[in-house]
């Protein structure tokens, strides 16, 4: 599924939110695989503007990427912004297998 990830200059690709709280690559990746992909940059400028604390959907860009996984985002140029969602994810994955 192509379409839009929200990517952001300090805190990096947006990779979804729980309990309230949201994710970002360049703060915690939290071992994801994969980031959240919106259909359109309006609908990702959307969920921004949802957001408490009056976020404005200007001061975050939006990239285009053929999925959300790690090669995708590669693929669209993101390593900088992915900090160590790489990294994170198979050190996640490898415990997973352990467990």
Request: proline letters at 3%; glycine letters at 10%.
């Amino acid at each position: 599924m192509s379409g839009y990830v929200i990517v952001h200059k300090d805190m990096g690709v947006y990779l979804g939110a729980c309990l309230g709280l949201g994710f970002w690559t360049l703060l915690d990746p939290v071992g994801q695989p994969g980031a959240v992909v919106f259909d359109s940059v309006d609908q990702a400028r959307d969920y921004i503007s949802s957001w408490e604390n009056n976020n404005d959907p200007n001061e975050f860009e939006y990239v285009k990427v053929r999925n959300g996984d790690i090669s995708s985002l590669k693929e669209a140029g993101l390593e900088v912004a992915m900090g160590s969602m790489e990294e994170d994810a198979l050190r996640y994955a490898e415990t997973e297998e352990n467990a």
